[in-house]
């Protein structure tokens, strides 16, 4: 398949945003047969739902530069696709999804949501009618969008190491404090290495950390310094073959990021994610400080992009300045991560995928299917945890071992719905025909 210039990129994307201000809507039409071919199903949707599910995580994750507590419980808002075949497609939905965006679905054939994805509104992922395209044709939803399967398996990683060391003081306390110190709190080296290892038992051998502090919990220079000595720490404790990346969620200034590089930079950090917020002048002055002292950390950002036609996006992966492109699993949907993909090997800086996944197990399925579509993905986040109740059931098998996740060829992303669990599901929305 041939890609667009970089000036056509560009200036669709400029068009794009445009229509995005004024309709809230992808740009019509959203040339998806541009991306990948659209499979024949002519299954057409009898009845759509928003339901909310929940999973524990595997202990109480604490906070990071933005707030104090993340919980020992997320949610995650999934859409159920009922097809008069019998079929149902599950897949994710946005938090924001209202009773309009999933009546729209209602009487319209997966082929036909599949073609023009763009006037789906963007709280309603596709992934639950490409799921309910594999079921039907028997197929995961990787082979769909023009993969293989990995026989290596697709790079994973944890990304729930936020500030654990944090969490005793922090779940009850509701305002900053400065002047803390951690020498009030012996051993709080423990609490990170216990979060470490439960990463290493998951099978993961890389782990994206939280850093920012002195952002949000301690001042500004004694957070950059327990920063550092948490990543030191980690270092020393899961050895130097552990990958190690960083996010900051935007808690760092420009000074705090270079003195980072320049006085750690032995800590062999893989990549250092939304330190601070999309400027492509601070990323060419972060690349500068990279080259300068030699390191090979990459940099990571795009969570905060709306979806593949921001501007900022195209300006950011045109200019080469992020290594590491990260938009946002859901809001990008299968076929706005392939025009990332798409952008970013026409730009030519040889970046590559991540996408931002949290909080959603149906996130982590899709990066794995569409892992195998596109040419430059680096690596799958995880947020871990354990569904709550029966309403899913996991066909899939896959596994997470040495780094990688493997087995993931049931039929669609892998997901079965529980329908004799469905009168107890939380019911945020619903439409039938």
């Not at 690349?287 to 950002?301: F, G, S």
């Not at 026409?346 to 995928?353: D, T």
């Not at 996944?357 to 892992?371: D, K, R, T, Y």
Request: a negative charge; hydrophobic letters at 40%; one cysteine or more.
């Amino acid at each position: 398949m041939s890609h667009p210039s970089r000036r056509d990129f560009l200036k669709t994307s400029a068009q794009a945003a445009t229509a995005l201000a004024t309709t809230g809507l992808l740009a019509s039409p959203s040339r998806a047969a541009d991306l990948w071919p659209i499979p024949e199903v002519d299954v057409k949707i009898t009845r759509a739902m928003k339901i909310e599910v929940e999973y524990d995580r595997p202990r109480i994750v604490a906070g990071n530069s933005q707030y104090r507590v993340a919980g020992g419980r997320r949610r995650e808002a999934i859409l159920v696709a009922f097809g008069d075949n019998g079929k149902i497609g599950v897949g994710a939905c946005n938090g924001g999804a209202s009773q309009n965006d999933v009546a729209y679905v209602v009487g319209k054939t997966v082929s036909q949501l599949l073609r023009d994805h763009g006037a789906v509104n963007a709280k309603i992922c596709t992934s639950a009618f490409w799921d309910l395209a594999g079921k039907t044709l028997d197929q995961p939803v990787y082979q769909l969008l023009g993969g293989k399967e990995n026989a290596q398996g697709v790079p994973v990683y944890d990304g729930s190491i936020y500030h654990e060391e944090l969490l005793p003081r922090d779940r009850g306390s509701a305002y900053r404090n400065p002047g803390a110190t951690y020498a009030e709190r012996a051993g709080w080296q423990d609490a990170i290495k216990e979060a470490i290892d439960h990463t290493l038992r998951l099978g993961h051998t890389f782990a994206k950390v939280k850093i920012g502090r002195g952002a949000l919990h301690l001042s500004r220079l004694a957070g950059n310094y327990q920063d550092a000595a948490v990543l030191e720490l980690i270092r020393q404790h899961a050895g130097n073959e552990f990958g190690i990346g960083v996010d900051a969620n935007n808690g760092y200034r420009m000074e705090d990021v270079v003195w980072l590089l320049k006085e750690h930079g032995d800590l062999n950090l893989t990549f250092i994610e939304e330190m601070i917020p999309d400027n492509v002048n601070d990323y060419r002055q972060i690349q500068q400080v990279i080259r300068e002292h030699k390191l090979k950390t990459l940099v990571a950002d795009g969570e905060g992009w709306r979806n593949s036609y921001d501007p900022l996006a195209a300006e950011i992966i045109e200019s080469g300045t992020v290594d590491i492109l990260q938009g946002d699993m859901r809001a990008f949907h299968f076929e706005g991560i392939r025009r990332e993909s798409n952008m970013a090997i026409e730009a030519g800086h040889s970046s590559r995928i991540a996408p931002h996944n949290w909080g959603n197990e149906f996130g982590f399925l899709m990066q794995i299917h569409v892992a195998c579509a596109i040419e430059n993905f680096y690596r799958a986040e995880q947020d871990p945890g354990t569904l709550r109740g029966e309403l899913l059931v996991r066909k899939s098998t896959y596994d997470i071992a040495d780094g990688r996740c493997r087995n993931f060829s049931a039929p669609g992303l892998g997901m079965e719905l529980n329908t004799k669990a469905l009168d107890s599901a939380k019911v945020i929305h619903e439409a039938k025909l």
